[in-house]
């Protein structure tokens, strides 16, 4: 703290990502990227772009990638949004969409940046718990505010609220915009970016991080009328004309255009995440349904922090919160069959020499 800090800028709590560690050699299931390369194409593009055109400023609209998510979702480039990383969308979305005196609802467990965002932009807001069993409970979220956000499928839950559930809660928040996070939708969840269509008070957030494997370009985009995506381009450019580089445009739509390494690349997380669900469980491991490219874990006899610093010692990073009604949970990324095998013999090793102290 010093005094030339702003009021703000001291009493921020900010966010707090998962580690990045330097000191040795981790398998690293703890930040949710994906284990395998981006796209070959991608590659291809970046270094070709190195070579040609960093001299000049990108475009600043993005007009090329907003074309290409256009394409592909069949919808027309007025309702794209692209930022670096669904992060800054996601801040943008809050500065466009909410006023400081109404309340912005989210649910009590869900991805930590919100309450960080609220905090900064200086907006009230109010957490809606979830169910016993994590879920997010539609009607919860009628009645009067200021604005709502839910990640879908949930973080770190990894649960999934349906289609129908969602519609309701857009259909009684009509005069307030709705967001969905759709950052882990790609593993096996239902997207609707196609009520945007429907619905105007309705804004999808997505990211490449995860199904694209592209977490280091930083790479998010938001789908909405075109009303909200303008709203979102009069905020973004009063403050960075050019959040997305040349290499990270190029990047972009390259990761669009090749569906099949895409559609690959999730289908393997996917596998590996049921395969790794159903030993687990059978270790008697508690897991939730996940959609997403990570489980969410609880063992009933051995304390998760307990397992996450057993874990750690043996060169496995996975993700603990020590947060209520969760802190005895891991979340654990998808990461390749091989890496998920060794996490999976490390915990039998925690198991055994936990379970064996007890019963001495
Ligand atoms: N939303 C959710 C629910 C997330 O878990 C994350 C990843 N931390 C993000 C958004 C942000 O992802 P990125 O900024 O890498 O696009």
């Not at 069949?74 to 400081?100: C, I, K």
Request: aromatic share 10%.
């Amino acid at each position: 703290m010093s005094k030339y800090w702003s009021e703000l800028a001291k009493k921020i709590e900010p966010y707090v990502p998962g580690e990045q560690p330097k000191d040795r050699k981790y398998i690293k299931l703890n930040t949710n990227e994906n284990p395998y390369p981006p796209s070959p194409r991608v590659i291809d593009a970046i270094n070709r772009l190195a070579n040609e055109s960093l001299r000049l400023y990108p475009d600043p609209n993005c007009d090329d990638l907003r074309d290409t998510i256009a394409l592909y979702h069949r919808l027309h480039r007025s309702q794209v949004f692209v930022g670096n990383g669904s992060d800054e969308v996601l801040a943008f979305a809050f500065m466009a969409f909410f006023d400081p005196d109404k309340t912005i609802l989210f649910p009590d467990i869900t991805y930590s940046f919100y309450p960080v965002y609220a905090e900064l932009f200086n907006l009230k807001h109010r957490t809606v718990p979830l169910s016993d069993d994590f879920d997010i409970i539609a009607g919860d979220y009628a009645g009067e505010n200021g604005g709502i956000i839910i990640a879908n499928p949930n973080a770190p839950t990894a649960k999934q609220i349906d289609k129908e559930a969602i519609i309701k809660i857009i259909e009684s928040n009509l005069n307030s915009v709705v967001i969905i996070d759709e950052a882990y939708v790609d593993f096996g969840g239902e997207s609707v970016i196609q009520l945007i269509n429907d619905y105007p008070n309705l804004l999808v957030v997505q990211t490449l991080s995860k199904s694209r494997s592209l977490a280091g370009m930083r790479l998010g985009f938001a789908l909405g009328h075109q009303d909200l995506i303008q709203a979102l381009d009069r905020i973004k450019n009063s403050f960075n004309s050019y959040t997305l580089d040349r290499l990270a445009i190029g990047a972009a739509v390259e990761a669009f255009k090749d569906e099949e390494y895409f559609r690959e690349t999730c289908l393997k997380v996917v596998n590996t995440r049921e395969r790794i669900s159903g030993v687990l469980k059978e270790m008697g491991f508690k897991l939730t349904d996940s959609k997403a490219n990570f489980i969410f874990a609880s063992h009933p006899k051995i304390k998760a922090r307990d397992l996450f610093s057993g874990l750690r010692e043996k060169g496995i990073l996975v993700r603990y919160f020590n947060k209520p009604r969760i802190d005895n949970y891991l979340r654990i990324t998808i990461g390749t069959d091989e890496e998920m095998d060794c996490m999976v013999e490390a915990l039998k090793l925690l198991l055994e020499s936990n379970l064996g102290d007890s019963a001495k």
